[in-house]
């Protein structure tokens, strides 16, 4: 299994560029989170979905980010802090439109800058091969 350290360093929203961030989920972002997260199953369930969000929302150990570009959000990062020192990668989606820009790679990327050296982070099953690819 890949692990890959974050950097808790920077505790401020990431920047990438000033057209590019990553933004912390809010309800208000709920539909768009619910489409994104939808690229990432094999077919639409909203049930799902819905479930998958409400646990960002409800559970503290679970976060969502998403990323912005030039006012539109494009992509989807969630995580879950599963012990003091193990972070699981459970979701990266990105709009289809944008997946040659490389957008997962920089979403891993700013989250291991804002979460510091505190944390190992793991792929859950389906993510593997992606971080595989990345290191």
């Not at 360093?9 to 590019?20: I, L, Y």
């Not at 995580?79 to 193990?86: A, G, L, R």
């Amino acid at each position: 299994m890949v692990a890959i350290v974050l950097d808790r360093t920077n505790p401020s929203p990431v920047r990438e560029s000033s057209n590019c961030m990553l933004i912390r989920y809010k309800k208000c972002y709920r539909k768009i989170a619910m489409g994104l997260l939808s690229f990432t199953l094999n077919k639409r369930d909203i049930k799902l979905l819905q479930e998958i969000v409400d646990q960002y929302e409800n559970n503290p150990n679970w976060h969502l980010y998403l990323w912005k570009q030039s006012n539109n959000i494009i992509g989807a990062i969630g995580f879950k802090i599963k012990s003091d020192v193990n972070v699981i990668i459970q979701h990266v989606s990105v709009n289809p439109s944008y997946r040659s820009d490389e957008i997962g790679y920089k979403m891993i990327h700013e989250i291991i800058k804002q979460y510091g050296h505190k944390y190992d982070i793991l792929p859950n099953n389906r993510n593997q091969n992606f971080f595989q690819l990345m290191c």
